[in-house]
């Protein structure tokens, strides 16, 4: 083989090596995007569910302004939230509000047996539970692309491709790890 053929076949090659490196971090880096719009479909939701919670407790609970104020001022830190880091920050705010209107609500037994309380409960809780799963897929896939993102060869091409070099997992804040305090 002359050395012409030699040097293309070796472009070639590491044409078709590039490629494969850069459809990887294509497919992780939509991954991970999917991942999160699954996150933020299931803190749509819960948004979504917040008001006739509230409304339901207010019924029986018109006592507790405070705790509703904090609730409605969550859901709207939810609603202004523009960027990823503020969404996750709101989240976990709301996260706490909620824990502590279900602290409250163990006050009142004739409002934990009311079928339309119990009905959004349920609701409530079955958000959560999707809410938890979608968080620990979203962490994986991002788990998955920093690995990818961070190893030998890829990580020479994240930046010439105009990829992250490295995506944000979803973090509850330290608050979170404490279970909420209730006082009357």
Do not use: C
Request: proline share 3%.
């Amino acid at each position: 083989m002359k050395a012409w053929m030699w040097i293309l076949l070796a472009i070639v090659v590491v044409g078709v090596f590039v490629v494969g490196i850069y459809n990887n971090l294509v497919g992780l880096d939509q991954n991970v995007k999917q991942n999160w719009a699954q996150v933020e479909n299931q803190l749509q939701r819960r948004y979504d569910l917040i008001p006739n919670l509230v409304e339901t407790v207010k019924g029986y609970a018109r006592h507790e302004r405070q705790l509703f104020e904090n609730v409605t001022r969550a859901r709207a830190s939810w609603a202004g939230a523009k960027t990823q880091t503020e969404k996750v920050g709101a989240a976990n705010e709301m996260e706490g509000a909620l824990a502590r209107l279900m602290v409250v609500v163990e006050n009142y037994p004739m409002l934990q047996a009311a079928p339309n309380f119990r009905a959004l409960q349920d609701e409530l809780a079955g958000t959560e539970n999707r809410l938890a799963v979608a968080r620990m897929r979203y962490n994986e896939a991002v788990q998955s692309y920093n690995t990818t993102a961070r190893r030998i060869p890829t990580v020479m091409f994240v930046k010439f491709f105009g990829f992250d070099a490295e995506k944000t997992f979803f973090k509850a804040r330290d608050e979170a790890k404490e279970a909420p305090k209730v006082k009357f």
